[in-house]
C-alpha cells in the first residue's frame, strides 16, 4: 500500500529557479527517503532523514522533515537541465521489511 | 553503474511465452528487492529477499516467480503473463532490508506483453 504522496504531480521551471516538492506520509516513521528517477532507468538514492532531524542539506539539496504534521520537503537549488527527472519519497512499510514510494513528482527544467 | 545489474534491458514476449528476468548486484549486499513500476501508478513492491530467503510477498500473481539462488543474484521467472504485466522491472539491493538502510536500483527491464 502506498506510503508516500508526493506533491504537485508536474513541475516546470526555468533554469537558475529552486524546485520544492512535498511528500505526505501516513504512519510514524524511522527516516524518510528521497529518491530521483531518470526516464526509464533505476531510481538513484539522494538523501535519508531521520526521524529526530529538522533539516538536512547535501550540495544543492535541502530536505526538511516535519513529523508532526507527517510531512517532508525536497527543495532543489539552482536548478539545472539535467535536474529534470521523477522524484519520489520513500518511508519503510509498517513491517520494516522494505521500502514503499509514492507516485513522484516529475521536474522539468527548461534551459 | 550502481553495482546492480538488470538484464535483458528490454524484453517482448507473447503471453505464452516464459522468459526470465535476471539481477545481480555486486555489492556484498544481503537483501533484494523485485519492484514494477506501470506508466502512472507509484512503485510496487513485489518480493522481498534476505540473506536467499524470502520475507515479503505483496500478494503478487502466481505468473511471476521469484529465485534467488545466493545472496548476488535474484531472477524473476515468468509465465502467461497478461498485457497488463507490461510495466518496468526494477531490482534492487540494500546491506539489510531493516533499518535505515538505502537501496540501490539496477536500470530495470522494460518488459512489454503482446
Known amino acids: 500500500s502506498q506510503q508516500g504522496e508526493e506533491d504537485p504531480q508536474a513541475l516546470s521551471i526555468q533554469e537558475g529557479e529552486?524546485?520544492?516538492?512535498?511528500?505526505?506520509?501516513?504512519?510514524?516513521?524511522?527516516?524518510?527517503?528521497?529518491?530521483?528517477?531518470?526516464s526509464g532507468r533505476g531510481?538513484?538514492?539522494?538523501?535519508?532523514?531521520?526521524s529526530n532531524e529538522?533539516?538536512?542539506?547535501?550540495?544543492?539539496?535541502?530536505?526538511?522533515?516535519?513529523?508532526?504534521?507527517?510531512?517532508?520537503?525536497?527543495?532543489?537549488?539552482?536548478?539545472?537541465?539535467?535536474d529534470t527527472a521523477s522524484y519520489f519519497c520513500a518511508t519503510f512499510n509498517?513491517?520494516?521489511?522494505?521500502?514503499?514510494?509514492?507516485?513522484?513528482?516529475?521536474?522539468?527544467?527548461?534551459s | 553503474e550502481t553495482g546492480v545489474t538488470q538484464t535483458p534491458r528490454h524484453l517482448v514476449m507473447g503471453m505464452t511465452n516464459k522468459k526470465s528476468l535476471k539481477c545481480e548486484q555486486h555489492l556484498g549486499h544481503n537483501a533484494m528487492y523485485w519492484y514494477k513500476q506501470s506508466a502512472k501508478k507509484p512503485l510496487e513492491l513485489m518480493f522481498v529477499y534476505s540473506l536467499e530467503e524470502r520475507v515479503e510477498n505483496n500478494s503478487v500473481p502466481s505468473r511471476f516467480s521469484p529465485e534467488c539462488p545466493n545472496s548476488s543474484h535474484l531472477f524473476l521467472h515468468l509465465h502467461t503473463l497478461q498485457p497488463e504485466d507490461s510495466a518496468l522491472y526494477l531490482c534492487a539491493s540494500s546491506q539489510d532490508p531493516e533499518g535505515d538502510e538505502k537501496l540501490f536500483f539496477g536500470s530495470g527491464t522494460q518488459l512489454s506483453v503482446l
Open chain 1, 54 to 82: 529538522r533539516e538536512k542539506h547535501s550540495g544543492r539539496l535541502r530536505v526538511t522533515l516535519d513529523t508532526s504534521k507527517k510531512s517532508s520537503s525536497l527543495l532543489i537549488t539552482a536548478s539545472r537541465a539535467a
Open chain 1, 43 to 50: 531510481l538513484v538514492h539522494l538523501i535519508l532523514i531521520r
Open chain 1, 18 to 38: 529552486n524546485a520544492t516538492m512535498n511528500c505526505s506520509y501516513k504512519t510514524s516513521i524511522n527516516n524518510l527517503q528521497w529518491y530521483r528517477q531518470n
Open chain 1, 94 to 110: 509498517q513491517a520494516g521489511t522494505a521500502l514503499i514510494f509514492g507516485k513522484g513528482t516529475t521536474l522539468s527544467v527548461s
